[in-house]
């Protein structure tokens, strides 16, 4: 479904604030298949994320999606394939336009936009019953403006938003990050069922070791700007947060090695 | 009395003026200066045509299609070739200068003997009336001219005002909106955002060209330097309509935009009525947009003090 060919992305290259973000990473992600990334800060996962969502152009590689080369079309082309939740709640959604209009832009992600009616009676109708199984009470307010719901909403309309038509490719970036756990919990609750219903080939970035042990039927670790462990199968279903842990505590342990070992060659022969 | 109606007629043909700018600045944040010499364009096409014999309607709409033209032009400088938005405004509108010069071969174009809407509209009035030039309004004496010209612009204004309404709410104007409110949002719904912002700063000038082709109708003349500190016009009516409506539903703030158009121009009456130089106008406008820019931020301020004292 998604198949990403050594693709290399450099941000200010020449410049002392050089950060080569990603380093020739290589993917291949079955149909259906719900991969889990996490890495250390600074690795490159969020910097996968926008790469596939087009956000930049790559440097080197190719990006293959549903069968089309997407390496060249811009962010907004992509966004007919694929549909993203961003960590941050208020990215999702126009805060000044009604949850019902939000919803409405949704509903024609990726198509013409003309001077129809943006609120038809049917959609309106679906717009009730979809929002009702959120379960916020939010089914009622639709006329409300966005910016005066609260980020656990947000977030849980953002997904519905992203998944209103059905995406080739599901993006969440760190989407419960910046919730707090009890909201954080209810769009988790939400995602699996969105994920697993529609059978949705996801990318989904996390802090969470919990999430990352417990969701997902593959698990990426990235370190770097590279993929350092790739568990899938039984492999990733016997992963426990804590493994996920020692995984990090190994990658600590090897930088502080290369320190060391460096300040000592430094000494011995400068 | 017949002040009073030139006062709202003025309002109203202003109106559209701050309809553009509330697209702009409000609908889009792009801080569009082009309007000073799109009103101007949009009065020199106009009144070239007429003069040229063509009819009235036809050359209002052919100036709101030159403003359109004009802030594509600047939305096009913005988004293509990445220059500032308030560079782009300011390069199209210096350009505007010569082009409208080109346009009218001279710097004033006289209407006075020509067939304009105000005329066509003073002949419909007058026929009405069955033929008085005058009537009795409440013991005012009120000229047929003059109402039935005000009656004709507030019916273009409130057909403008429903037709961005309604657009505004169509799956294009409801993009446009959340393009000016959340870009990353819009993109990845799939929406080409530049594009966007072109459409709407077109169509912000087409209106403010539309208001200048209107307004030299009225006034019976076009004339080259007539855009000179119209955006900060049309900003403080925006500003007044928000103080009066809030910004919450986008027809109340379209209704607000109008109004506060047809006060701020009442209130300019008043004051040259009380002696205040016109030189001094746009000095004193300027001044207002400045308090009205500043002080509710020192009001949040000041409350937030409050709050944690």
Redesign the interface.
Known sequence: MLELQSISKTFNPGTVNEVRSLRGVSLDLAAGSWVIIIGTNGSGKSTLLNAV?GTFFVDQGHIRLAGREVTKW????R??L?G?V?QNP????????TIQ??L???A????R???????KESLVARMRDEVGRLNMGLEDRLEN?IGSLSGGQRQALTLL??TWLRPELLLLDEHTAALDPKSADRVIDLTEQVVTREKLTTLMVTHSMHQAASLGDRLIMMHRGQILHDFQGAEKRRLRPDDLLARFEDIRRAEQLDESAALMLAEQYV | MNLLIGTFTIGCILSLLALGVFISFRIFAFPDITADGSITLGAAVAATLMVRGVSPLLASLAGFVAGMLAGATTGTLFTRFKINPLLSGILVMTALYSINLHIMGKSNVPLLTVTTLATQSERVGVQLMGGATSFNLAGWDVSVRDASVLVAVALVVALTGVLLYV?L???????M??TG??V??????????ANMVVFGVAISNGLVALSGALLAQYQGFADVGMGIGMVVWGLASVIIGEALVG??QVGLTIVGAVMGSVLFRLLVAVALRWGLSPNDLKLITAVFVFFALVIPRFLRKKRLRNAHA
Not at chain 1, 108 to 111: D, E, K, P
Not at chain 2, 169 to 175: E, F, I, V
């Open positions: 969502a811009p962010e907004h082309a966004a007919k694929i993203r961003f208020f990215s999702g959604t126009s805060p000044s336009l209009e939000n409405s832009l949704a024609r992600r990726g198509r936009r003309g001077l129809g009616w943006g609120l403006a938003m992203a | 657009f709410r169509t799956n294009l104007g409801m993009a909106r959340a409110d959340n990353q949002m819009i993109r990845a719904l799939g929406v080409n955002d910004t919450n």
